[in-house]
C-alpha cells in the first residue's frame, strides 16, 4: 500500500506560476511511474505529466513548455512546477503512483485545487 499526499495548489491570477508537491509513503518509489493528473469540473480525470525514476518526462500537449515534471528519488517526491498559467488549467489536480513490476497497481492522491482567474 503506498499513501500520496499531495499539496501546492491555490489561487492564482492568468500568467502565474504554482508548485505542487506529492510525498509518498514507500521504500520502493523506484519502481514507480509518478505523475499528476487533473480533473476539471464536468470533465474527465486527464493526463498532465509522467516521469520515470530515470528522468523520462511525458507531457499533455496542452501543458508542454509551462509545465516541468520532477521527482526526488532520496525523498520520494514528485513535483509539478506550472508556469504560465491558464483558466484552463482549473482543476483539481492528483498525484499518481504506477507500480510497474506485477501486480501492476496504481495509487492516487487526495487532490489539490488549482483555481486561476483574476
Known amino acids: 500500500q503506498v499513501q500520496l499526499v499531495d499539496s501546492g495548489g491555490g489561487l492564482v491570477q492568468p500568467g502565474g506560476s504554482l508548485r505542487l508537491s506529492c510525498v509518498a509513503s514507500?521504500?520502493?518509489?523506484?519502481?514507480?511511474?509518478m505523475g499528476w493528473y487533473r480533473q476539471a469540473p464536468g470533465k474527465q480525470r486527464e493526463m498532465v505529466a509522467t516521469?520515470?525514476?530515470?528522468?523520462?518526462?511525458n507531457y499533455a500537449d496542452s501543458v508542454r513548455g509551462r509545465f516541468t515534471i520532477s521527482r526526488d528519488n532520496a525523498n520520494n517526491t514528485v513535483y509539478l512546477q506550472m508556469n504560465s498559467l491558464k483558466p484552463e488549467d482549473t482543476a483539481v489536480y492528483y498525484c499518481n503512483a504506477h507500480r510497474t513490476l506485477l501486480p501492476r497497481r496504481d495509487y492516487w492522491g487526495q487532490g489539490t485545487q488549482v483555481t486561476v482567474s483574476s
Open positions: 514507500t521504500s520502493t518509489f523506484h519502481i514507480y511511474v
Open positions: 516521469i520515470t525514476s530515470g528522468g523520462l518526462t
